[in-house]
């Protein structure tokens, strides 16, 4: 903790814009709580890779490429990670929208190889609740993914 205060002076004294710092934090967090889904059921199959990497770029907005390093840094996090809450706790600022479209988006990597093993389904079901995503939300999400595939 000290060394994180420390770093965190030291940041401010060499005038490090901290506001940027704060969003690349949050989209790491969004990054390793797509890996955790995907990693769930212990089989990262190359159609969820693929899905991560798509999903990763829509809800950030960014190009392939800075998805696939951001998710490079993320797996390493996630790794190293001892629960969800380390991720979800820098999430809650988000809007309610954006919670709802994370949550939507970690179905359809854990739907990706067209089925949801029941490990996924708990991180998903986990990571709302860190979230505060409303049950019905929830179930919203999952539906519209699985119902949109089940059209197709």
């Known amino acids: 903790m000290l060394n ?12 490090n814009d901290l506001g940027h710092s704060a969003q690349a934090d949050t989209n790491l967090a969004i990054a390793c709580l797509l890996c955790e889904v995907a990693g769930a059921d212990h089989q990262i199959e190359a ?34 990670s ?22 939507k988006a970690m179905w359809e990597i854990a739907n990706a190889d067209g089925n949801i093993d029941p490990l996924e389904d708990s991180v998903i079901r986990k990571t709302a609740e860190l979230l505060y995503v409303d049950h019905s939300e929830f179930i919203r999400a999952k539906l519209a993914v699985t119902q949109s595939n089940d059209s197709d």
Do not use: C, M, P, W
């Open 4 to 15: 994180s205060i420390t770093s965190l002076f030291k940041q401010l004294l060499e005038g």
């Open 47 to 80: 159609v969820e890779v693929e899905a991560k990497r798509h999903l990763l770029s829509k809800l950030l907005n960014i190009d392939e490429t800075a998805a696939q390093t951001l998710l490079s840094r993320a797996e390493a996090s996630s790794k190293e």
């Open 82 to 103: 001892a629960s969800l809450y380390d991720f979800t706790s820098q999430l809650r600022e988000l809007s309610q929208e954006t919670r709802f479209e994370l949550i």
